[in-house]
C-alpha cells in the first residue's frame, strides 16, 4: 500500500507540483499562500525561486513553459492582481510545458485587506480552473492541472482558500514523473502578442474553452452524489465538505472540482426535479448565478433565497455552523457565559522589532500624514503609535503618499509631511516604480524604507536584499541605498533604528529638505534565523536584556508609549520580561528617569 | 462519532507542535483526521487555535462548529474563555494556569480578567494545572506544551497509542526523554 501522510494543502500542492515534474516553480510570498514554494524549494529537482513580485513571477513562469519545461506560479488572492497583465495574455499565448497558477483566496480575510473572489479571474482571462477541497485533491489536481495545459494548450488556474491551504488531511504519495524538456521550436505567431497574432490567438481561446465546457460536464472532478432526495446541494471546494456535516445523506449532492467553465448540462440535470436547491460556495454568485441563468431560480437559495431576499451570508466563511444556522434557523447551542471578561488580543510588534524606534518617533509628530503599505509595520496603525493615515496595496506608499503631498502642497499655509513607510521586501516588490514617481514628477514627500534585512510578516522568506535564494545558495546582496541613489534621489540617510536620537534626528532633517528625501532603517528582524552575513554585520544584535531598576522607577509609564510587549506595569512600576527582552534599548532611551539598565 | 477538539493558545506556546503530534499519532493509528489551524499574525502576539476533528468513519469538514467541541485545551487561561462558545454542553476544559497579558493589559488600558476558572467551571468540567511549573520541574520550561498534550491524551482516552516513538520522530534527540516524561505528567494530570 502506498504510503499515507498528513499533510496541508500547500504540501500537497507542492507535492504534486513535484510528483508531476515540475521544473520551475516562482512565487512572492503572501498569506495563506507563502508555503506552497517554501515546500518547492526543498526538491532538488525544481528550481524553486522567490520572485521580487506576483508579475515577475508568473512572467518568469511563463518563460520557462514556452522553453519546455513544466512550469508553475503560487500568489496569495491580491497577487493575482498584481500578475494580472501576463495573465490575460498568457492566457491568449498558450503553454509549450504545462503551465499552472494557484490562486489562495481569503474567504473570512483571516490576513488579507480584501476578500476577492478570484473565481472570476478565470471567467475574465478565459482559462480553465480546478477548486480542490482537501490535501488529497490538491495533489491529484495539480498533476491533473498540467496534463490539461498541456492538452489544451493553455494555462490552468487552481483556486484553493485559507482553509484548504492550512488544513492537514491525510495524502497518498506516488513517485515523481520526468517530463522530458519539451524541445523548444519558435513560434512567433503564437508567442508574440502583435494584434494580428494575438487576434489567431483569442479565436483558438474560445476553441479551448468551447472543448473545455463538454469536458466540464464529463469529468468525474464534476460529480453528483445521488442519495435520492429531493433537495440539492451543489457546491465547490472546502464548502462541500462544510455542506457535508449538516446535510449528511438527507441531500443529493453537485460537487464541483472543475469549475471554470461551469458544468452546465450537469448543473441543469441535477437541477430537475428537485424541490430545492443549496448552491454553497463562499464569496461571490459564481455558480448560483449559472443555476438561476439555467432556469431554476424558483428553487435555489444561495447568497439569495428565490424571492430576492438574502439568504446565505454575503461575506465570510460558510462553515457548517454558518451552514447549520442558515437552512435550520438554529446552530448548536453555545454555552452562555459573560463575554465582557474576554480582552482583545491585538497582534503587536515583537520585543526587539526593528520599527518600534521609528513609529514611536513618528506617533509623536504632529505635522506628518504617514502613508503605509503591505507588512508587519501596518501595526504602526494601532496605539500606542497611531502612526499611519492610510494603506492600499504593496508599494502604494510612497505614489498615494506622493499623491496626498502634491495635495496637501496646494492648502495655504498647511505643513502637512507625508511621510511613506515600507519594508525592503515591499520596495522591492513595487516600491521602486513609485519612488521613481517621486522624484520625476518633482514629489517631495519623504520615504521611510524599514529594511529589517528578510521578508518579515509571511515569515521569513529570502529576497534581492538578503543575499540568499529561496533555495539557500549564496547570491547577490541587492544594494537599497544604490537603488534609490539611481532612482535619482538627492537625500538619502541610512540609520539604526534603535538609536532614538539618530531617529529623530533624521526625521527633522527629512522634514526640512524641500525636495524627496530617504531615510533607509537598517537592522535586522528580531525573529530572523542569523545568515552568516547577518551575524558578521550584526554580531552583538539581540545578545543583551533590559531590566528596570525600581528604586530609581517612578511609575511615570512613558516606556509604555514605545509599545514593547515585554513591558508591563507590575506594582505601579514598569517590569521587563526577561524571557522576552532582547536588549533593544529603545524603552531605556526613553525613560525620563534613566531608571532602565 | 467524529471527536472535537480545540488547542487554543497564544504564538510561541507550541500549540501547533502539539497539535501536529497529536495528529499524527491519531492518523498512524486508522483514524480518518483532520486538522485546520488560522496562525497568520500568531508570532506577534495574537491569539492562536488549532481545530482537530478524528473519526474511526471519514471525517469531512476540517473546522470544529460552534458548540461542537469534546474538548477544549487552553494553553492560557483567558484564551479558554475565548473559545468557549466552541465548547459542547458538558464539554471538557484542560486549562494552563497561566496569564499572558495582551498590550491593552500591559499598557495599562485594560485589566486581566478576574475569576477565569470560576466562570469556565460554571460551564463545564474543567481540569486546572500550571503547566509551566510543571514542566519547570522536570527541568525544562519549553514541555509544557507537551504536558498539556498529555493531558489531552489522558481525557479523550488515547493512552494505546504509541506517543513515545512519535515523539523519538518529531522531537530533537537531546529532547526525547524529557517530552516522554512531559506525556506521562500530562496523563497523570488529566485523572
Not at chain 1, 464569496?283 to 431576499?309: H, Q, R, T
Not at chain 2, 488547542?7 to 499524527?24: D, E, N
Not at chain 2, 488549532?50 to 468513519?57: G, P, V
Request: aromatic share 8%; charged share 20%; net charge neutral.
Amino acid at each position: 500500500m502506498a504510503q499515507k501522510v498528513l499533510m496541508t494543502g500547500n504540501e500537497a500542492i507542492a507535492r504534486g507540483a513535484w510528483e508531476a515534474g515540475v521544473r520551475f516553480a516562482a512565487a512572492y510570498p503572501g498569506t495563506p499562500s507563502t508555503e506552497i514554494l517554501e515546500n518547492l524549494s526543498t526538491y532538488k529537482d525544481i528550481d524553486a525561486q522567490w520572485s521580487p513580485n506576483e508579475k515577475v513571477a508568473l512572467e518568469a513562469a511563463f518563460g520557462a513553459s514556452v522553453a519546455g519545461g513544466r512550469a508553475f506560479a503560487s500568489m496569495k488572492h491580491v497577487g493575482i492582481n498584481v500578475a494580472a497583465d501576463p495573465l490575460f495574455t498568457i492566457a491568449y499565448s498558450g503553454s509549450n510545458a504545462g503551465l499552472v497558477i494557484v490562486t489562495a483566496d481569503e474567504p473570512g480575510q483571516h490576513s488579507s485587506q480584501n476578500e476577492q473572489d478570484n473565481r472570476n479571474f478565470a471567467r475574465h482571462a478565459k482559462m480553465p480552473m480546478l477548486e480542490p477541497a482537501d490535501s488529497q485533491e490538491c495533489k491529484d489536481m495539480v498533476k491533473l492541472a498540467f496534463d490539461m495545459s498541456e492538452e489544451y494548450d493553455c494555462p490552468v488556474l487552481i483556486r484553493v482558500t485559507t482553509r484548504v491551504c492550512h488544513s492537514k488531511s491525510l495524502v497518498e504519495l506516488c513517485e515523481r514523473v520526468e517530463k522530458p524538456i519539451v524541445p523548444y521550436v519558435k513560434n512567433a505567431k503564437k508567442y508574440v502578442d502583435v494584434p494580428a497574432n494575438a487576434r489567431i490567438r483569442r479565436v483558438e481561446v474560445e476553441k479551448h474553452m468551447d472543448a473545455l465546457k463538454v469536458f466540464s460536464n464529463e469529468t468525474a472532478l464534476n460529480v453528483v452524489e445521488d442519495n435520492g432526495k429531493k433537495i440539492g446541494v451543489i457546491t465547490s471546494g472546502m464548502c462541500y465538505h462544510y455542506a457535508r456535516e449538516v446535510f449528511e445523506n438527507e441531500a443529493n449532492y453537485l460537487r464541483i472540482g472543475f469549475s471554470f467553465p461551469l458544468p452546465m448540462g450537469k448543473i441543469a440535470e441535477f437541477c430537475k426535479g428537485l424541490d430545492k436547491v443549496y448552491i454553497i460556495e463562499e464569496n461571490d454568485e459564481f455558480i448560483e448565478d449559472a443555476v438561476k441563468m439555467l432556469g431554476f431560480g424558483n428553487i435555489a437559495y444561495g447568497k439569495y433565497a428565490p424571492d430576492g431576499s438574502r439568504f446565505f451570508h454575503y461575506c465570510g466563511e460558510l462553515t457548517s455552523d454558518v451552514i447549520r444556522a442558515t437552512v435550520t434557523g438554529q446552530a448548536f447551542k453555545p454555552v452562555d457565559f459573560d463575554r465582557t471578561k474576554i480582552v482583545a488580543r491585538p497582534p503587536a510588534l515583537c520585543a526587539g522589532c526593528p520599527h518600534r524606534g521609528l513609529f514611536y518617533e513618528l506617533g509623536k509628530r504632529k505635522n506628518v500624514v504617514v502613508s503605509g503599505d503591505i507588512g508587519c509595520y501596518t501595526l504602526a496603525f494601532a496605539p500606542p503609535y497611531n502612526a499611519m493615515d492610510f494603506n492600499c496595496c504593496m508599494g502604494a506608499s510612497i505614489s498615494s503618499g506622493n499623491g496626498a503631498q502634491k495635495i496637501f502642497n496646494k492648502v495655504e499655509g498647511n505643513d502637512k509631511r507625508v511621510v511613506s513607510v515600507l519594508g525592503d521586501s515591499t520596495f522591492f516588490h513595487s516600491g521602486i516604480t513609485s519612488l521613481l514617481d517621486v522624484v520625476y514628477n518633482r514629489g517631495n514627500n519623504i520615504t521611510v524604507i524599514l529594511d529589517n534585512r528578510i521578508t518579515g510578516m509571511t515569515g521569513h522568506q529570502q529576497n534581492p536584499g538578503t543575499g540568499y535564494t529561496a533555495q539557500g545558495a549564496e547570491t547577490v546582496v541587492v544594494d537599497i541605498e544604490a537603488i534609490v541613489k539611481a532612482c535619482g534621489v538627492k537625500n538619502i540617510k541610512v540609520i539604526d533604528p534603535n538609536d532614538l536620537k539618530a531617529v529623530k534626528d533624521a526625521i527633522d532633517w527629512a522634514l526640512a529638505c524641500e525636495e524627496a528625501s530617504v531615510i533607509i532603517t537598517k537592522y535586522p528582524c528580531v525573529l530572523k534565523k542569523f545568515s552568516n552575513i547577518d551575524k558578521a554585520q550584526y554580531p552583538n544584535a539581540f545578545k543583551s536584556k533590559c531590566a528596570v531598576n525600581t528604586d530609581k522607577c517612578i511609575g511615570c509609564k512613558a516606556c509604555l508609549k514605545c509599545g514593547c510587549p515585554a513591558i508591563s506595569v507590575v506594582n505601579k512600576k514598569a517590569a521587563i520580561d526577561p524571557t522576552m527582552c532582547v536588549g533593544c534599548t529603545v524603552c531605556k532611551q526613553i525613560c525620563p528617569v534613566k531608571a532602565i539598565d | 462519532m467524529t471527536k472535537n477538539i480545540l488547542l487554543v493558545g497564544v504564538g510561541g506556546q507550541g500549540t501547533i507542535l502539539a497539535s501536529k503530534i497529536l495528529s499524527i499519532g491519531l492518523a498512524n493509528n486508522g483514524y480518518d483526521v483532520k486538522m485546520s489551524e488560522i496562525h497568520g499574525m500568531s508570532q506577534r502576539g495574537g491569539s492562536v487555535t488549532s481545530h482537530i476533528r478524528y473519526s474511526e468513519d471519514k471525517v469531512y469538514s476540517p473546522v470544529v462548529e460552534l458548540g461542537q467541541a469534546d474538548l477544549i485545551v487552553a494553553f492560557e487561561k483567558m484564551e479558554a474563555l475565548r473559545y468557549l462558545d466552541y465548547l459542547k454542553p458538558n464539554g471538557k476544559i484542560v486549562v494552563n494556569d497561566c496569564e499572558i497579558p495582551g498590550t491593552p493589559i500591559t499598557s495599562g488600558t485594560c485589566e486581566y480578567p478576574q475569576n477565569i476558572l470560576e466562570e469556565l467551571k460554571a460551564h463545564a468540567d474543567v481540569t486546572v494545572f500550571d503547566a509551566n511549573k510543571e514542566a519547570e520541574k522536570l527541568g525544562n520550561s519549553k514541555v509544557a506544551n507537551i504536558i498539556l498534550l498529555g493531558s489531552l491524551i489522558g481525557q479523550m482516552n488515547l493512552t494505546n497509542i504509541n506517543w513515545d516513538a512519535l515523539l523519538e520522530e518529531n522531537v530533537k534527540p537531546q529532547f526525547v526523554e524529557v517530552n516522554k516524561k512531559a506525556i506521562q505528567v500530562g496523563i497523570e494530570l488529566a485523572k
